[in-house]
């Protein structure tokens, strides 16, 4: 018993080892990477960089919402994006899904991700019952 | 309305996409990711590495005062170099700007930049006020 | 005098830089990039994936127990790998050594590591005392 809460969503892919979707401890949700995977966990190949960081951030905010936070209530997201020219197409999904939000922000260039995927997302948000 | 400021400073480069360059929520102020940019938006094409992340930590310093902080009040900063090569220039600088301050650190090779810069720094500080 | 505590233990490899071990700020432990190093700060050449893996998260976790914290109190972890095909590696490892305690998680490719080392793990951790 820490009093650190873990989150479990089927609205986001379960962990593919030995982690949480996030930990909650007292005002802050801390955020696993995602991957572009399906809720469900099955990858879609094939699709473009777009689509896979919506697929990403999807997750991630739907780990934010069973953590009791939302949007606006994301503190910091960071970016690991294979391809720097891709930076655009991110930022373009972002901007979508965050609309009036805002958050701090890294996008980190990598040389690869696991399963050949173009982008992963991780961050810290705040619970909304708590702003 | 979440209690979460955003912090906007002519100090530093304006967000170039979609994010603050800093959120604050309660002590803790989150940085974005700072290129070596001059605080006008201006690239800087053709500087060293050391010249590059001065700037960069210059930026992000800025960024910290902005929230009420100081290089005193830097938690963690993370570090992201093409080239691990420029881990002792990077050192250098950064000692010669955080003085007697020692944050929590991580230096992370990368294997570009946006724009062709060699190193990109984010981090997490409290407000000056709360320490 | 800002309230911001350094870590510094023997149970882990000195800081080969201007920064420390961790920063502890109220509840929070914010620990720097952990090499494979010895804690005597040797460096161990030509060992394996697994063993580089074991050796930086022990460094990590003794960092976290000089903070005030243990395996069950980390709320993220970041993990640096040189090789995506490490994954499953290293997550055997962290399984072994997190047990019951399942952070937060991010793993992220990256093209190289000083001294060319296979991984770097960084972290946050709460202090044992205020859970």
Redesign the interface.
């Known amino acids: 018993m ?3 809460e ?1 989150i479990e969503t089927a609205g986001a892919p379960a ?1 593919a ?7 909650v ?4 949700i ?4 995602q991957l572009p995977k399906e809720p469900s966990g099955n990858p879609r190949p094939g699709v473009s960089f777009e689509d896979q960081a919506r697929l990403a951030l999807t997750n991630l905010l739907a780990i934010v919402a069973a953590g009791g936070g939302s949007a ?2 994301v ?4 970016a ?1 994006v294979v391809g ?1 020219e891709n ?1 655009p197409a991110f ?1 373009r999904v ?2 979508e899904l ?1 609309r009036d939000a ?13 399963h050949g995927y173009l982008v ?1 997302v ?1 961050g ?1 948000a ?1 619970r ?1 019952d708590r ?1």
Do not use: C, M
């Open positions: 820490t009093g650190i873990r962990p080892g030995h982690y949480s979707q996030a930990t401890w007292r005002d802050l801390w955020i696993s990477g606006d209530t503190l910091k997201v960071t690991y720097i930076w930022n972002f901007a965050f805002r958050p701090a922000r890294a996008v980190v260039p990598v040389p690869e991700l696991h992963e991780d810290i705040v909304a702003v």
